[in-house]
Antibody, heavy 118, light 109 residues
């Protein structure tokens, strides 16, 4: 059974870069059957898809965040990562990683809260 | 951009009752690419329905999905106490490739 786990700093200063990693266990990120996604949820609000990556490194980002987002993959560690630059308070959210196939997300990581504050 | 509008924003019902949640798209969505999720407080969303009407693994048959084009529905035939949560629809298609509805909160009356 595949499981995903997010990790990274819970506090980031404004204008800095948010960096998170998702570790995949119970299955290989290189299987080729899936895309690996980041999704976020501001406190008390809805879900926003950030982007996804294929094991080969090809990416697709939400155009609203594209200029600030980089998603990368490390197949040797069975991990993929998110970098979001020039953060502001509006980037405060719970960040989830999830596996995507045929347009649906399953499973999801438990999520990690990232607060942008000085 | 395809905008998904869910209604109602909040639905107040009692256990045992039937719940009907709506998801309306601003443009036609392929039924193959419409999913529903359940989210409980402090938890990640959980996939309930994919392809508009197929239940995900382990999802009870009291949950059902229907619809096509721009109008989709999630029905919970007989509410159990554990069903009170927030529900989101999600589409996959045009840019941005993936969008979610704003959610419907299902609360105990």
């Amino acid at each position: 059974q595949v499981q995903l786990q997010e990790s990274g700093p819970g506090l980031v200063k404004p204008s800095q870069t948010l960096s998170l990693t998702c570790t995949v266990s119970g299955g290989s990120i290189s299987s080729g059957d899936y895309y690996w996604s980041w999704i976020r949820q501001p406190p008390g609000k809805g879900l926003e898809w950030i982007g996804y990556i294929y094991y080969s490194g090809s990416t697709y980002y939400n155009p609203s965040l594209k200029s600030r987002v980089t998603i990368s993959v490390d197949t040797s560690k069975n991990q993929f990562s998110l970098k979001l630059s020039s953060v502001t308070a509006a980037d405060t959210a719970v960040y989830y990683c999830a596996r995507e196939r045929y347009s649906r997300f399953d499973p999801w990581g438990q999520g990690t809260l990232v607060t942008v504050s000085s | 951009e395809i905008v998904l509008t869910q209604s109602p924003g909040t639905l107040s019902l009692s256990p045992g009752e039937r719940a009907t949640l709506s998801c309306r798209a601003s443009q036609s969505v392929s039924s193959s690419y419409l999913a529903w999720y359940q989210q409980k407080p402090g938890q990640a969303p959980r996939l309930l329905i994919y392809g508009a009407s197929s239940r995900a693994t382990g999802i009870p048959d009291r949950f059902s999905g229907s619809g096509s084009g721009t109008d989709f529905t999630l029905t919970i035939s007989r509410l159990e106490p554990e069903d009170f949560a927030v529900y989101y629809c999600q589409q996959y298609g045009s840019s941005p490739r993936i969008t979610f509805g704003q959610g419907t909160r299902l609360e105990i009356k």
